[in-house]
């Protein structure tokens, strides 16, 4: 059977050096064939280990990116919990804290602003509740929890309206 390559000689891959420099500068070795082969097959060879090389390089970048990518997911999620575990103990600047910067990092994050009004809420800034009651809602206009609490904070402040400072 013809293979192609003088004397039947194969390519025989194996694991380059990984340095951004010499990245592959083994990956393909022809045993002694490659000087035998026309101009134009030698072209091929460069093409195919350039490809090769390339795959390389995104199978190995692959799981870092997705890891690093994962990572900041879930920052958002991990500040929104922190904050709810700050508010159980009555630590209401931390909660607010946390959830600020969920909103730095998603600012339409419906539980943040609603949770943000429930600090604002629990420290009397009542404004500043309503404002992030109103941002939650204009979010998530139809969800049950947010629409509870803002039910709940409008009978409180309605029942305050004239105990609130105007310059809050």
């Known amino acids: 059977m013809d293979t192609g390559v003088p004397n039947g000689q194969q390519f025989k891959l194996v694991a380059g050096n990984f340095s951004p420099e010499g990245f592959g500068t083994n990956i393909a070795v022809l045993s002694g064939c490659l000087t035998k082969q026309t101009k134009s097959s030698t072209v091929d060879l460069e ?3 350039m490809k090769i090389k390339q795959i390389i390089w995104t199978l190995a970048l692959l799981p870092i990116v997705l890891m ?19 508010a159980k103990l ?13 909103l730095q990092n998603d600012p339409n994050s419906a539980s943040a602003h609603n949770n943000l009004a429930v600090a604002y809420e629990k420290k009397s800034l009542w404004e500043e509740a309503k404002k992030e009651y109103d941002l939650a ?10 629409n509870a609490n803002y039910q709940q904070f409008m009978k409180r402040y309605e029942a305050r309206k004239d105990e609130i400072p105007k310059t809050q």
Do not use: M, N, Y
């Open 47 to 49: 093409v195919f280990v």
């Open 68 to 86: 690093i990518t994962q990572c900041a997911s879930s920052i958002p999620a991990d500040q929104l919990r922190f904050g709810v575990e700050a």
């Open 90 to 102: 009555d630590l209401w600047d931390e909660a607010i804290f946390r959830w600020k910067k969920v």
């Open 137 to 146: 809602l204009e979010v998530r206009p139809e969800d049950k929890h947010i």
